[in-house]
């Protein structure tokens, strides 16, 4: 099987991202802030490790965001409270800990 790894996302016109089940590795790209558009992000069941990268919170048209059964292993940055109109959020069976921010 192929391994992909995520090094960076920078084209903007992305509404959609699924690589559930994928054998990514890696941590979460730090120029999330790009994909404005994006409304639904799925990674999960992957090797993705790390931090959840705080300009998450730039992704305000996200509504659906699932990054359960990976290796995360950090707080949920309180950026999140940014993203309004989130309406799942999935992030189980991961390593994060700390409250959910509003």
Known sequence: MAQVVISSFTKNFITISNTS???????????LENLTQLVEFYISGTQISGPIPSDIGQLTSLI???LHSNLLNISIPSEIGNLKNLVVMDMSSNNSSGPIPP
């Open 21 to 31: 089940n994928f054998q990514l590795e890696g941590a979460l790209p730090l120029t």
């Open 64 to 66: 659906f965001l699932d």
